[in-house]
């Protein structure tokens, strides 16, 4: 899938950063099977006919989401004419749909935490060790058409969620609990390692609903890094509360240069939001250097033509970097769901394929139609465009005012004699103080980012939206200058490569639209391990 690109920097043309996520899951599930498992990612039509035809599967498990439940029904059919023989497992979270048996002819549902179930499934034992898979975040990076050549690694640390907000697929999923697969910091550390070493990679996302809900894990491993001077680098998921209290300063220590906060509504009506001052925490983060991606939710019960208009403008003041808006989606299996079901919300002839809350809602709202809430929605992205500019360009100064920022930090701790206390996570006067190699490097990893972003600024300036954005971005590269000197001949050669990219890719907007990126299919063998 692609998540910047479909949700959040959309109507961003030639500006949106693209890329594809693999399906992690899978992956993870067939790393912890004892049985010889291959996953077939991004799969093309042909080459899953193909696989299906050659390999003479037992089994064959498919997952999907609840708009992808046709291409599923169309995969099924095709198992049951050409292999009758092999059992067909569905799950994700397209098997929370109601009625499922009535599309789908399938033999068994994978509810809940996938390697458990397959492991009771298969007759595994279920307590074995979960083996961290080796994957990649994303792959198919581009950005202004431009090809990243810098990958990252992907981390799990676990799934589920206890917030249990009322619209959340995946803390429903996993019955509003947490379940770790990484259970210290140490294990996240070797998994680090682990994946490190193989894909040659400093930089991870990690995949966890809520990763500093688990404090003494993440404390944990931000000790280990220390013991082993490792300062990778990561992207985050983490709900407000939880960030606010572990604090911005352990956030930098740990090396989160991204993360994903629900901001959701003015209104603060969720738990998670409660008693923070976001305006506060989204500036103090992008002030240490951490990209913020704030998502809202539109069309909630509260929202009318009046207070939807105040939610969007809130949203957008918040100044993050990035803008997720979705629309409040009843998606099968959440309380949502079932709330709206039981009050006759739902249209019911709403075609699973188009329940993705980023085109039109498919319940009944008393105050929108349901074109209006297409139009509301993109609209709502164009004005954050309008008004802040290329998400990439505003990634660009937070990482800039970062890695300045982190720079005098360290200055000024040194004068003062502070050092990091991992028990009250903050800096305190020491008698002895000794110099914080490690936040040398840390400073290392910040520079390395904000210099990432260097060659795009020309081109984001060539192609900015409105003069205050152009304005935004000569100031940008006027701080570049500053900081770091003038462009090095990589640099500018660099900047040729995307500028001539950039060329191409708006030839192809201008024809198109839009672009498609089709990743090409990934298949992955995982042995036997029946016998050790
Ligand atoms: S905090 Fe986020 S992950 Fe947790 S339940 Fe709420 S929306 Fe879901």
């Known amino acids: 899938m692609e998540l910047l690109n479909n949700q959040v920097t959309r109507e961003q043309g030639i500006h949106s950063p693209r890329s594809n996520n693999p399906s992690f899951g899978l992956y993870l599930m067939a790393e912890n099977l004892d049985i010889p498992a291959t996953v077939l990612d991004f799969p093309s039509w042909n080459d899953f006919t193909e696989e299906i035809i050659k390999g003479n599967y037992t089994h064959v498990g498919i997952s999907f989401i609840v708009p992808n439940v046709l291409k599923a029904k169309r995969m099924i059919e095709y198992i049951r004419r050409e292999s009758p023989s092999t059992k067909i497992i569905v799950g994700g979270h397209g098997a929370a749909i109601p009625n499922l048996r009535e599309i789908l002819d399938y033999d068994e ?113 931000v000790d280990e890094m220390e013991k082993e001077m490792k300062a990778y680098t990561f992207s985050i ?17 740990m090396g989160v240069n991204f993360i994903w906060i629900g901001v959701e509504s003015k209104w603060n009506v969720f738990e998670k939001t409660h008693g923070v001052d976001l305006f506060k925490l989204i500036k103090d983060l992008q002030d240490h250097g951490v990209t913020v991606l704030a998502s809202t939710i539109l069309f909630m019960d509260h929202h009318d033509k009046f207070t939807i208009e105040e939610d969007i403008d809130w ?79 505003n990634m660009a100064h937070t990482a800039i005012k970062g890695y300045l920022k982190l720079m005098e930090d360290i200055k000024d701790r040194e004068e003062k004699g502070l050092v990091w206390c991992p028990k009250t996570l903050s800096y305190i006067p020491h008698p002895n103080p000794k110099p914080d190699e490690f936040m040398k490097l840390r400073l290392e990893s910040w520079r390395e980012n904000a210099l990432r972003f260097r060659p795009i600024l020309s081109t984001a300036l060539k192609y900015a939206p409105n003069e205050k954005a152009a304005e935004k971005c000569r100031m940008i590269m006027n701080l570049y200058d500053k900081v770091f000197g003038k462009l090095t001949v990589k640099e500018m050669a660099l900047e040729v490569v995307v500028k001539t990219f950039a060329i191409l890719e708006n030839k192809k907007y201008k024809r198109n639209g839009s672009i498609m990126r089709q990743p090409k299919t990934k298949r992955s063998e995982f042995p036997d391990r029946r016998n050790g």
């Open 109 to 221: 549902v994978c509810r809940g935490e996938g390697v458990a179930w397959l492991r009771r499934y298969f007759g595994d034992d279920v307590k074995k060790p979960i083996k961290h898979p080796v994957i990649y975040s994303a792959v198919r990076k581009f950005v202004y058409g431009a090809p990243i050549l810098e990958m990252a690694g992907i981390i799990l640390p676990g799934v589920g969620c206890q917030n249990s907000c009322s619209f959340c697929a995946t803390s429903h999923k996993f019955e509003k609990q947490y379940t770790s697969f990484l259970k210290t910091g140490r294990e996240m550390l070797e998994a680090c390692n682990k994946t490190a070493e193989k894909l040659r990679v400093k930089d991870f996302g990690v995949m966890d609903e809520n990763f500093l809900k688990s404090p003494v894990r993440a404390r944990q491993f």
């Open 237 to 253: 998921f983490s709900s407000a509360d939880a960030v606010t209290k572990i604090g911005v300063d352990f956030l930098v220590r």
């Open 315 to 393: 949203a957008i003041s918040l100044k993050s970097d990035l803008l997720q808006l979705m629309q409040f989606g009843p998606i099968p299996g959440t309380q949502l769901y079932k709330d709206y079901e039981t009050g006759g919300k739902l249209f019911m002839d709403i075609p699973w394929p188009s329940q993705h809350g980023q085109n039109q809602i498919w319940f009944h709202h008393p105050h929108f139609t349901l074109p209006e809430t297409s139009h509301y929605l993109k609209n709502a992205f164009i004005r954050k465009y309008q008004t802040d500019g290329p998400g990439v360009l």
